[in-house]
């Protein structure tokens, strides 16, 4: 039913930056989202959008990653920039809610997309 599908990662040198889209099938709806898993790690959240409500972030990425919406095409970006190597992951996009300036999920995923920064 809700389908989204993740592109723009590739392999980047640290400081170097890539912007993420995210195409759903529908976000009109929802609060948006980025999440990433490493290796290893479990899947961390990374930055969330409301519908009206301004963007949140994750520490580890506030001041380099920005999170957009657009509506109209049903998409949404994420803006990275000042790339680390820390920052490789798969990178998947989400639907969710916010709810007192926290952003939760309803589980619904892309496939991903895989980012690398590596010199």
């Known amino acids: 039913q809700v389908q989204l599908v993740e592109s723009g990662g590739g392999l980047v040198q640290p400081g170097g930056s890539l912007r993420l889209s995210c195409v759903a099938s529908?976000?009109?709806?929802?609060?948006v989202g980025w999440y990433r898993q490493a290796p290893g790690k479990q899947r961390q959240w990374v930055a969330g959008?409301?519908?009206?409500?301004?963007?949140l972030y994750a520490g580890s990425v506030k001041g380099r990653f920005t999170i957009s919406r657009d509506n109209a095409k049903n998409t949404v970006y994420l803006q990275m920039n000042s790339l680390k190597p820390e920052d490789t992951a798969v990178y998947y996009c989400?639907?969710?809610?916010?709810?007192?300036?926290?952003?939760?999920?309803?589980?619904?995923w892309g496939q991903g997309t895989q980012v690398t920064v590596s010199s």
């Open positions: 989400n639907l969710g809610r916010m709810e007192s300036n926290n952003y939760y999920s309803y589980n619904y």
């Open positions: 529908e976000i009109n709806f929802y609060a």
């Open positions: 959008i409301g519908t009206i409500s301004g963007p």
